[in-house]
């Protein structure tokens, strides 16, 4: 029982940045509510609501909302808005520090003599609640993916332009995971110079795709890099959320 329980925690310990880097986040329906869901593939985890840092809604037209959540102790809900088409949140996870002997934290690397490594974990999402007509202008986020036409309207193995964008800007070279539920560790193509990508809608339902990016940081005390993991949600299938 005590090698058992000693080869579990050692687990959680190396994969503690996996577990930081691994997971999205993304709006589904849960119990009738609109629920943010932080996960890896089918993993629906529980976190912390505070960590949830920009909440933005939007109508059809691309007007800006008030936007909310209810905390829940271990999830959130986003509060129902009948004229919210788009929901945008941030989720920051915090510093992931490897000590010196190969130990991580859910601390930053400043509390830590001699630290391995660390990063910051910042999750981001478009999610499309409901959506008739063309896609609004989306406001910026640090990494999104944007559809070029409205994906609600489309059926499972129909083409879906994105542009991946960084701080509003195309980011080129980025590999999209279509279908981040049901084969989150399978990639598809990659953005071209312009950021764009074509993908096949998977799923006539919830469709979930993801892209991530990293930078390094220098001279920070607290991190060598900071990851952004953004994910697109949306129903396809003529099955819209309302």
């Known amino acids: 029982m005590k090698r058992l329980t000693a080869a579990i925690t050692g687990l959680i310990l190396v994969a503690g940045a996996g577990v930081a880097s ?6 589904a329906e849960r119990w009738g509510e609109h629920g943010l869901v932080y996960g890896h593939g089918a993993e629906d985890g529980s976190y912390d609501p505070a960590k949830i840092s920009s909440v933005k809604l939007i109508d059809e037209d691309g007007n800006e909302l008030a936007g909310s959540i209810t905390a829940h102790d271990d999830y959130a809900v986003l509060d129902k808005t009948d004229d919210a088409a788009i929901a945008l949140i941030d989720f920051d996870n915090g510093f992931y520090t490897k000590d010196a002997n190969g130990k991580w934290h859910n601390r930053p690397k400043s509390e830590f003599p001699n630290a391995e490594t660390a990063g910051r974990y910042i999750k981001h999402t478009i999610s499309i609640l409901h959506l008739h007509g063309d896609m609004p202008s989306i406001p910026p986020q640090d990494l999104q993916i944007v559809p070029l036409s409205n994906p609600t309207e489309l ?16 980011l080129p070279g980025i590999l999209i995971i279509p279908d981040y539920v049901n084969m989150s560790e399978q990639s598809g193509a990659t953005t071209d110079e312009k950021g764009m990508v074509e993908v096949v809608v998977r799923n006539n339902g919830l469709n979930v795709i993801a892209a991530k990016h990293s930078v ?27």
């Open 216 to 242: 390094d940081l220098v001279d920070d005390k607290d991190a060598d890099l900071v990851q952004h993991f953004a994910t697109l949600s949306f129903v396809a299938g003529g099955e819209h959320s309302h």
């Open 155 to 170: 059926e499972a193995g129909s083409s879906l332009k994105l542009r991946v964008l960084y701080k509003g800007n195309p």
């Open 22 to 27: 691994a997971h999205g986040i993304w709006i």
